[in-house]
């Protein structure tokens, strides 16, 4: 059974929430000049339907994608296909390549099993130094982040400025209130293509040394990290600063309803 037979599931208040998300994608588009917003996309079901959203809209906002150099096969390829095929212009920011040497040939190929702190080091050299320099310049970006995905994301807002003191930007989450339900509605609804990973029974899709299959039963976060305590799954593309204490909100966009 595929995700789409599996999970496409519009609520009730479907066709009120996509009229929102429309009109925040139309207004994230006009509220800066020219390319000062971006979209931030994993190539999950998430961000697949906010692209095709912006495409179908016709807004100007362009995409970018961070290509690790550890992604699976099947994301690769939709990430090739996306580019082809997006009307608005998809950036695809990777590591430094010395840094990502350097790194690599001092702790190895695949660093992240040995120690939280060593995965964080290679979220950082293959994350989040390419995200700042993606979103450098910017005035906001846009996310997959809905309320249902997490305890943690429980009160995302649609537009998020607690970031702006620190960084200047605005964070816009078009899909806040949508279902796991919904995204995959939409995914039906408009054919749209998307990750073949998420039809074997990959809800979260992240770096493939990273990411498995979850069982049937399992949290949607089971497959991200699973060799790690519950409390440290996290990549720091998306962490508040409250006080003193760091909340971590994680990067990729995945939930299956409960």
């Known amino acids: 059974m595929s ?46 339907v906010i692209t095709h959203l912006i495409n179908s809209l016709q807004l100007d906002l362009p995409i970018f994608v961070l290509e690790t150099g550890k992604l699976h096969a099947e994301t690769l390829q939709l990430l ?41 080091a290679c979220c950082h050299v293959r994350k989040i130094e390419p995200l700042n320099r993606a979103l ?58 998307y990750n073949p990973l998420h039809d074997q029974f990959f809800p979260s899709i992240g770096c493939a040394p990273c990411t498995r299959a979850i069982s049937l039963g399992e949290d949607f976060r089971a497959g991200r990290w699973w060799w790690e305590d519950e409390n440290a799954k996290e990549c720091g593309l998306h962490v508040k600063a409250k006080g003193t204490e760091a909340v971590q909100i994680s990067s990729l966009s995945e939930r299956t309803p409960a």
Do not use: C
């Not at 695809?92 to 120690?115: D, H, L, Q, W």
């Open 80 to 120: 090739e296909q996306t580019t082809q095929s997006s009307r608005a212009p998809v950036t695809v920011y990777r590591p430094n390549a010395e840094a990502v040497i350097t790194f690599v040939k001092r702790e190895g190929e695949e660093p992240m099993y040995k120690s939280i702190a060593l995965r964080k």
């Open 136 to 193: 450098a310049g910017k005035k906001g970006w846009i996310t997959g982040l809905r309320r249902e995905q997490s305890g943690a994301r429980a009160e995302v807002p649609l537009t998020d400025d607690s970031e702006v003191a620190t960084t200047g930007r605005l964070k816009y989450n078009p899909l806040a209130n949508w279902t796991w339900g919904d995204v995959w509605h939409y995914i039906k609804l408009h054919n749209v293509a």
């Open 3 to 48: 995700a789409v037979d599996l999970n496409a599931k519009a609520s009730a208040t479907f066709e009120a929430k996509l009229a929102e998300t429309k009109a925040l994608l139309a207004q994230s588009a006009t509220a800066f000049g020219a390319n000062e917003v971006t979209q931030a996309s994993s190539l999950g079901a998430e961000d697949v």
